[in-house]
């Protein structure tokens, strides 16, 4: 799939995000396709990039947040970040075996009990939008209020990042420089 709006280089972007530019190039050595989509409409970059990476920080272990991330993206059939939660995934900790298998958690061996009702949750948050309340009942036995919050917002996250990329046709920046 090509974008269908051409990426936004540091030179076309005025000075507020140039500065966003900057340091997105400083912290990780690129700007993401995303963000260079997302820069048209350069007064939502700044708030999103000032909330999206507290998605990390919190009692929610990393590998749920990254299951659950990865799980919802493939659902909606998010190429981009299905490969950029799976990598964060594997730094955290979460074996390629277990992302293999997200498909068939409910019977893979390789997921604890919690895992899979995390799964659960993200595919009815997904698929269905209504979660079964038994299911956050269940998993409140497993997580603390702030936890489940932060797994809510990771899978609404998901849910946001993979529609808007999926609908501009966001390209993996690596295929990208390979055909560019």
């Known amino acids: ?107 893979s061996p390789l997921f604890s009990e919690l895992e899979r009702l995390v799964l659960r949750y993200a595919e009815e948050m997904t698929i269905r939008v209504q979660v079964d309340p038994a299911l956050v009942e269940t998993l409140r036995a497993h997580l603390d209020p702030e936890a489940l919050v932060q797994l809510t917002l990771t899978v609404a996250a998901a849910n946001f990042t993979n529609r808007f990329n999926e609908a501009l046709g966001t390209e993996l920046e690596f295929e990208e420089a390979r055909h560019g």
């Open 1 to 107: 799939m090509a974008a269908r709006l051409p990426y936004l280089d540091r030179a076309h972007v005025g000075p507020e995000i140039e500065s966003v530019f900057d340091a997105l190039l400083k912290a990780s050595g690129r700007v993401l396709n995303f963000y260079r989509l997302m820069a048209y409409h350069a007064r939502s970059v700044p708030p999103f990039l000032a909330w999206y990476p507290q998605l990390r920080e919190g009692p929610l272990d990393l590998k749920l947040r990254y299951l659950a991330y990865v799980r919802a993206s493939q659902l909606n059939r998010c190429r981009y970040c299905v490969a950029h939660n799976e990598a964060a995934a594997r730094r955290v900790g979460v074996s390629r075996e277990q992302l293999d298998a997200l498909a068939d958690f409910r019977t």
